[in-house]
Nanobody, 114 residues
Framework: QVQLVESGGGLVQAGGSLRLSCAASGSIFSLLAMGWYRQAPGKQRDFVARINRSSFTMYSNSVKGRFTISRDNAKNTVYLQMNSLKPEDTAVYYC????????WGQGTQVTVSS
C-alpha cells in the first residue's frame, strides 16, 4: 500500500500560480507512476497530469503549456506547478499513485477567482 498526502491548494486570482505537493509513503518501491486528477462540483474526476518512473510526463490538453508535473525521488514527492490559472481550473485536486494497485490522496481545494 502507498499513502499519499497532498498540500498546497488555496485561493488565487486568475493568471496567478500555485504549486501542489504530494508526499508518498509506504511501499513506494513498487510505484509505477504518480499523477494528478481534479474534480469540479457536479462533474466527474478528470485526468490532469502524470509522471512515470522514467520521468516521462503526460498532460491533459486543457493544462498543457500551463502546468508542469515533476518529482523529487529523494523526498518521494510529486509536484504540480500551475501557472496562468483560470477560473475553470477551480476544483478539488487529487494525487494518484499507480503500482500493482492504486491509491488516492484526500484532495486539496484549488479556487481561482476571476
Amino acid at each position: 500500500q502507498v499513502q499519499l498526502v497532498e498540500s498546497g491548494g488555496g485561493l488565487v486570482q486568475a493568471g496567478g500560480s500555485l504549486r501542489l505537493s504530494c508526499a508518498a509513503s509506504g511501499s513506494i518501491f513498487s510505484l509505477l507512476a504518480m499523477g494528478w486528477y481534479r474534480q469540479a462540483p457536479g462533474k466527474q474526476r478528470d485526468f490532469v497530469a502524470r509522471i512515470n518512473r522514467s520521468s516521462f510526463t503526460m498532460y491533459s490538453n486543457s493544462v498543457k503549456g500551463r502546468f508542469t508535473i515533476s518529482r523529487d525521488n529523494a523526498k518521494n514527492t510529486v509536484y504540480l506547478q500551475m501557472n496562468s490559472l483560470k477560473p475553470e481550473d477551480t476544483a478539488v485536486y487529487y494525487c494518484h499513485a499507480q503500482y500493482n494497485g492504486e491509491s488516492w490522496g484526500q484532495g486539496t481545494q484549488v479556487t481561482v477567482s476571476s
